[in-house]
């Protein structure tokens, strides 16, 4: 029975995104100039590991394209290449393209051949002062001039008979060798068993190698990274060969290799575009320490005990075990809530996923703006939802990308304002109460208000003559279609973005406020749950029904009198609540309930609520409660309903609708 690779595939796309991250990450860390080792090091490593993954899983191209990537590398790590900001550029530019055909792959999409070209040809122009002829470089990135005295290696390669079961290949590794230089081979076959005794999976082979050239020890050992655990390997160094075999070697090894580079590409048709370099769907699996599935285990294990002791109680229950049954019960309560905070922990990743995409993004923007921007950021380690990770990236990108654009000045407009010529970017998060807090702040030149409320006007936004607070005429760059830029950019200008942003960050069920002051800078930040999973609720009760409304959301919960209330145009009815009038909203009559308790609005309660800055009143029959619910999607189980963002089951296994506050505003604001 053959191995089916595909079923690892998930596994390897995932851990090459991972890798390519860190590729990035080292990129963007490096020093100009003498390499740093170690830097060097982790960077090739993980191109190593992707290139090895590519080629046991048959995917060439990509295999191909790293190891041009790993010759430059390799030239870097040992100190026959400084490191330039061209390089650097390039090898930024080549993880690009690697995340694009790693899409392409997972997608079962075509490749876009032109950029792969362009940037083969790039890597290949870079490493041209070190070609010996042609447009080859991964045999004169090993092979020298035969000053260490090496001529050649003699190779005895021995893999266990368990070798393939892993997903390795020794002819992989063999071609791999063959690209160093001259090779000859002899395969040993005094293992191999009778047809009848043959297994398929297993390796019965063993190969004796020559390889000429001046080829360093922990090159070959890079070659073998993969299976040094699984086979037998001796390497001796040869250093009587002639000089004119080894230049024979080296010429031969060039031609193969040009044919090879040249099938990096072959046989792929053109398509794909430029957002493919972003994963197109989440990641479907989460990295878990240690330490989080034991604390899930030891919950389990006294859940376990509990559960053996109630069984016991229940066995023969009398009056007397009423004390033991409620000691049980409680104690069933709390190691509940422990298991479902030890679930929800598992969860739970590192912020810094999110923040990890803008050191590279700050580099190119700054630099094709001609700007000079620092990026700093703290609390990278902060814990936030799995979904919440995935969903918020794309609003951070909008608002760090405002602030480039938008906030940082020019370096000279910065000394004429006696700045500093270098702007400062800070991403920062932190935990407070049950909401994770993020903040863009940047040092740049603020918000000119005055600009904002002109333009407003003059796009009929706002009234002329209107009058506006400081913080009302900053949420106006949150209105669809507002913009100040004087030119359109691929950067900004269209006045769209920052309305995404709200409407985005909103469906998390979080917000945005913005600090700014003219001249010194602004503060963007966002406040989200912890979780999308668990909602903390206030449950309210109208009619037979009950809902629940996000505590996040609720300002108050008051009791109105008489003479507070206004009915504007004879239809909608508005309450005074400290000097500012709020709409309010009959659930009974937003949801067709007819046999409510209280008919008068002061009868019942009114629960102040707030969605985008903006306030408004539920009228309800009472409040019941606060409770954590779990929630259910209305929409995958039965269809979306307006004003409802989802359903829960409660401790009676009655069914509560979960209130879309957003919703509910936009369905008042139509009525």
């Given amino acids: 029975m053959s191995v089916d690779l595909e079923q690892f595939h998930q596994v390897f796309f995932e851990e090459s995104f991972e890798g390519l991250d860190v590729m990035e990450t080292g990129l963007m860390e490096l020093d100009l100039g003498a390499a740093d080792s170690e830097e060097i090091n982790t960077i090739f490593r993980a191109a190593h590991s992707i290139k090895g993954g590519s080629g046991t899983f048959g995917f060439q191209g990509i295999a191909d394209f790293t190891h041009v990537m790993e010759t430059l ?10 490191v330039t900001h061209d390089a650097v550029d390039s090898l930024l530019k080549s993880v690009d393209i690697l995340r694009m055909m790693l899409n392409c792959e997972q997608d ?31 045999v004169t990135s090993h092979v020298t001039d035969g000053s260490s005295g090496i001529t050649g290696w003699h190779i005895i390669f021995e893999p266990d008979e368990s070798m393939m079961l892993t997903g390795n290949d020794p002819l992989r590794i063999i071609r791999e060798l063959a690209e160093l230089g001259g090779i000859e081979v002899v395969t040993c076959v005094d293992k191999l068993p009778t047809f009848a005794d043959l297994q398929p999976e297993s390796c019965y082979l063993s190969w004796e190698i020559t390889l000429q050239g001046d080829i360093s020890e922990d090159v070959l050992k890079d070659v073998f990274l993969w299976v040094e655990d699984e086979c037998k390997l001796t390497l001796e160094p040869i250093s009587n060969a002639k000089e004119n075999d080894i230049v024979e070697a080296v010429e031969e090894g060039e031609t193969e290799n040009q044919v090879d580079r040249k099938s990096v590409v072959k046989n792929e048709s053109k398509s794909a ?18 330490d989080k599935i034991d604390d899930l285990i030891n919950m389990v294990g006294e859940l ?43 969860r739970m990743l590192p912020i810094s996923f999110s923040f990890s995409r803008f050191p590279r993004l700050v580099r190119d923007l700054s630099s094709q703006m001609g700007k000079k921007i620092n990026l700093v950021m703290s609390g990278e380690n902060t814990e936030i939802d799995k979904t919440l990770i995935e969903k918020i990236g794309d609003p951070l990108v909008h608002l760090v990308r405002n602030s480039l654009d ?3 000045e020019m370096p000279e407009d910065r000394v004429a304002a006696g700045k500093d010529e270098t702007g400062t970017i800070h991403l920062n998060a932190y935990h407070k109460g049950g909401n994770i807090v993020i903040e863009i702040t940047d040092d740049g030149k603020g918000i000119d208000q005055d600009a904002v409320l002109n333009k407003a006007i003059e796009k009929g936004l706002v009234a002329d003559g209107a009058s506006l607070s400081t913080q009302q ?6 209105q669809p279609g507002f913009s100040t830029a004087k030119e359109v950019t691929d950067v900004s200008g269209r ?63 008051i009791q109105i009198k008489s003479e507070m209330i206004n009915k504007v145009a004879g239809r909608c009815e508005t309450f005074k609540l400290r000097d500012e009038y709020i709409p309010i909203v009959r659930l009974s009559s937003a949801f067709g309930i007819e046999n409510t308790r209280a008919k008068e609005l002061e009868e019942g309660l009114l629960v102040v609520v707030e969605a985008d800055r903006k306030p408004c009143g539920l009228f309800v029959d009472d409040l019941l409660g606060q409770q954590q619910v779990v929630i259910k999607s209305l929409e ?36």
Avoid at 273 to 290: E, L, P
Avoid at 473 to 478: A, C, G, S
Avoid at 638 to 662: E, K
């Fill in 108 to 138: 079962k999409k075509d490749p876009d051949n032109e950029r792969i070209h362009s940037q083969l040809s790039d890597l290949e122009s870079i490493l041209a002062g070190h070609k010996v002829s042609g447009s080859l470089v991964e």
């Fill in 304 to 346: 376990v005990i509990t559960q053996s002791m109630l069984s016991l109680l229940g066995e023969d229950f009398s009056m007397k075990n009423l004390e033991k049954l409620q000691d049980g019960l409680g104690q069933l309560e709390r190691h509940t809530r422990e298991l479902q905070e030890s679930v929800m922990m598992i």
């Fill in 406 to 408: 938008h906030g940082i």
């Fill in 273 to 290: 575009d430029s957002g493919d370099q972003k994963k197109s769907t989440g990641s479907s699996s989460i990295r878990v320490g240690i």
């Fill in 495 to 557: 006045g769209v973005g920052m309305d995404v942003v709200r409407k985005n960050i909103s469906s998390l069920g979080g917000a945005v406020e913005i600090q700014s002051e003219y001249g010194v800078g602004s503060t963007f930040t966002i406040r989200l749950p912890l979780t999308l999973a668990i909602l903390d609720g206030q449950t309210v009760i109208v009619g037979d029904e009950i809902y629940i409304v996000p505590l996040v959301s609720i300002v108050e919960s």
């Fill in 473 to 478: 005429i900053n949420d106006l760059i949150f």
């Fill in 73 to 82: 590398l390799d030239e870097m790590r040992d100190g026959r290449r400084e």
């Fill in 636 to 671: 995958q189980n039965y269809q979306r309903v307006d004003g409802i963002s989802g359903a829960t089951i409660l401790g009676d296994g009655s069914v509560a609708l979960i209130l879309d506050i957003p919703g509910l505003l936009r369905m008042s604001v139509r009525h």
